[in-house]
């Protein structure tokens, strides 16, 4: 009997050395505050949490003191459902009544699930990744909007639109063609022309670089699901490029040519295919893939550039303000 009794003792204290301040029920067992065992069925913790709850509601008790008393078990009551009613959070808790030794690492499991975010981090992640893609999307077209209005209002453009819209019958000399034999208002035929003259510009432009016709492709969900693809390209492309290149020592073809000299002017590939094809044919008559070669064409653009600036109406005014008031002798060139 004496050992029962030392057994139960030393199991009421181990569980008793488990609660600390700022976990969970602290000092008490959640067990105790709903008034049930460990192997309760959550219908019975639901239940006696609802009685309880109708019992130490602040709004039924009378007095500060017993307000005071009663807003303090509501909390309690509250805390104890919210920890058992979770089948993680129990088994923590569970888990810090068995191994009460391990104090540091109840305390971190509490914490961590009490600062976790709420909702699953995979679908922050889908609705971000949703979100930029639908933003770019947006500035796309609004960037290849605002291009197709600059080449409407250029006459080069505007010039060829019209002629390709009368070689179809779409525009006659007077405006835009109508079915009807009721006369249109200015106003109405001037929309229909510039809508016709658009539509052409759009259907014919190749536009490169930042102002480029819009494309799901280039959203960040679209990348992002053909990223294991554009991996075994690019892993591809560069076994080859060795094997061709580096082992074989093969003579580099004219794109292997014009890679090499978008890297030594260390631009991007949408901003080098953004440049006319007659800036490419310049660049392979130079030989700019052979560094030698580029630093000097880069030197003799650099020298090109300082004499144009010299030349500038606006730039001789600054030195000679610089020189004559200006505070100190500061020149881009020398004298």
């Not at 969970?24 to 609802?50: F, N, P």
């Not at 009663?70 to 919210?82: D, G, N, P, S």
């Amino acid at each position: 009997m004496k050992v029962l009794l030392l057994l139960v003792g030393a199991f009421v204290l181990q569980e008793a050395s488990a609660f600390a301040p700022g976990l969970y029920c602290e000092l008490e067992s959640c067990y105790d505050v709903l008034g049930i065992g460990r192997e309760a069925t959550k219908s019975e913790m639901a239940k006696e949490y609802r009685k309880l709850a109708k019992k130490w509601h602040p709004d039924r008790a009378r007095g500060d003191e017993a307000k005071k008393e009663a807003e303090i078990k509501f909390r309690l009551i509250a805390t104890a459902y919210e920890t058992l009613k979770d089948d993680e959070s129990r088994a923590d808790y569970d888990y810090m009544l068995d191994h009460p030794e391990e104090r540091y690492y109840h305390y971190y499991q509490y914490y961590r699930r009490r600062m976790a975010p709420k909702v699953d981090i995979r679908i922050v992640i889908v609705v971000t990744v949703l979100v930029i893609s639908i933003i770019q999307h947006i500035s796309a077209s609004h960037k290849f909007k605002e291009a197709i209005d600059y080449l409407s209002r250029e006459a080069k453009y505007r010039n060829q639109a019209e002629e390709m819209a009368k070689e179809r019958g779409l525009l006659s000399d007077g405006g835009a063609k109508g079915k009807g034999k009721k006369r249109r208002d200015k106003e109405t035929e001037k929309e229909e022309r510039e809508a016709i003259i658009r539509s052409i510009i759009e259907e014919n432009i190749d536009i490169k670089g930042g102002y480029k016709r819009p494309s799901l492709w280039d959203t960040l969900l679209c990348q992002l699901v053909l990223l294991p693809v554009t991996l075994f390209v690019y892993m591809r492309w560069w076994l080859d490029w060795t094997w061709r290149y580096t082992i074989q020592r093969h003579e580099y073809d004219d794109q292997a040519k014009l890679h090499l000299i978008r890297k030594n002017m260390k631009m991007s590939q949408s901003q080098f295919s953004s440049l006319p094809d007659e800036k490419h044919a310049e660049f392979l008559r130079e030989e700019l893939w052979i560094r030698d070669h580029f630093i000097e064409w880069k030197r003799a653009k650099e020298e090109e550039e300082k004499e144009k600036l010299a030349q500038s109406g606006r730039f001789k005014k600054y030195r000679r303000y610089m020189k004559n008031q200006g505070p100190g002798q500061i020149s881009f060139l020398d004298e």
